[in-house]
């Protein structure tokens, strides 16, 4: 599935890697059932350089890029060692382009995909984080960052409205720009009985300009695993909001794998504010092999009047559904092959075909 090579120039070690990576959707190999909701992760390829004694000092710097069919990251990252009681500082500078789907894209096919809707972000962040030591099953970082973010068309122009007209942005501007401080903490537990996962993030906007985003958003995700026997019961649920300034990129989208499968990304709806639940039951076939089936359901919990634009009425998502049907994963050499087969709201079948945690050189 993939090619890697490691080659070390003196203490400097360069990670090459091309492969398919994260999502092989159903265009591959099944035609019929294409999936556009996420073009941009049909191949991957990456160049990752990593040096661990920048300045004689245990100083690591790592540069990374990555390269999909229609979407680009190129990450920077320097790490200072300091004392294991003390927060673990890490400087970064980070550039993305990828086409906005979740809130612009335009769902069809009754909701179960999602295709372009002509709007591209491109992200330049710079920041700071700071990774607490872990306490026990807690662990926190905070980090403090500027983002510019640029929406562009698909001609690589840009933009400061939608194809309808309505502002891409928060200023009205071709671009937005914000300081944010973030806060994120996590729990984890497990055993051979189950597993237990929280995490909290925080988001907040500071007003250095007065023309700059002002808004606090937050996200939380609480899992519980439990063993039933041979199969195991894995349970989830996801919410989050925005207050304050607000951009119709910044919106929670809702559908799509990793959200509510059945439906194309975004096409549930996308708001201020949501809330989806996953519940998946997982039984082992054979040592390499798991049948699983699955029950998901999302909302905007009415809140996709209150994004500027108002897109998810637009394109006439209808804010509320679930999808459920059943999969199989298949462990390998190369990663975990994932296949599922959902239903939606609309007796609409969607077929996801997927490849993950692919193994990385060491």
Not at 147 to 159: A, K, Q, T, W
Not at 301 to 326: D, E, I, W
Request: aromatic fraction near 10%.
């Amino acid at each position: 599935m993939g090619a890697q090579k490691s080659v070390h120039a003196g203490r400097a070690k360069i990670d090459v890697n091309v492969d398919f990576t994260h999502k092989l959707y159903t265009s591959l190999i099944f035609p019929a059932f294409r999936d556009t909701s996420s073009p941009l992760s049909l191949v991957i390829g990456s160049l990752c350089i990593k040096h661990p004694n920048l300045f004689g000092g245990s100083e690591k710097l790592d540069v990374s890029w990555d390269k999909g069919l229609y979407d680009s990251n190129v990450l920077v990252a320097f790490r200072r060692p300091r004392p294991e009681w003390r927060p673990q500082q890490c400087f970064f500078i980070q550039h993305s382009l990828s086409p906005e789907i979740g809130v612009h894209g335009t769902p069809y096919d009754n909701f179960s995909r999602s295709g372009s809707g002509g709007v591209n972000l491109s992200k330049l962040a710079v920041g700071l984080d700071l990774s607490e030591p872990a306490s026990s099953k807690w662990s926190s970082t905070t980090s403090v960052k500027f983002e510019h973010v640029r929406p562009m068309n698909d001609e690589g122009r840009l933009i400061t409205r939608d194809v309808d007209g309505f502002p891409v942005t928060c200023s009205g501007n071709t671009h937005d720009s914000m300081v944010v401080l973030k806060q994120e903490s996590r729990f984890a537990k497990a055993n051979d009985q189950g597993l237990s996962h929280f995490s909290m993030q925080i988001e907040q906007g500071i007003p250095v300009v007065s023309k700059w985003l002002i808004f606090n958003r937050f996200k939380f995700v609480a899992s519980k695993g439990v063993r039933l026997g041979p199969a195991f019961l894995l349970a989830s649920l996801t919410g989050g909001s925005i207050v304050g300034d607000m951009a119709p990129y910044q919106a929670f989208a809702i559908g799509g794998l990793g959200s509510v499968r059945g439906y194309g990304e975004g096409a549930v709806g996308s708001g201020r504010s949501c809330l989806v639940a996953n519940t998946e039951l997982a039984l082992p076939l054979n040592k390499m092999t798991e049948g699983t089936i699955f029950l998901d359901c999302g909302t905007d919990l009415g809140s996709s009047r209150l994004v500027p634009g108002n897109p998810s009425l637009r394109h006439g998502k209808p804010g509320f559904g679930y999808g459920f049907g059943y999969g199989i994963r298949f462990k390998s050499p190369l990663g975990h092959l994932q296949v599922d087969y959902a239903i939606n709201a609309f007796n609409q079948k969607t077929l996801y075909f997927g490849v993950t945690n692919l193994a990385s050189s060491s």
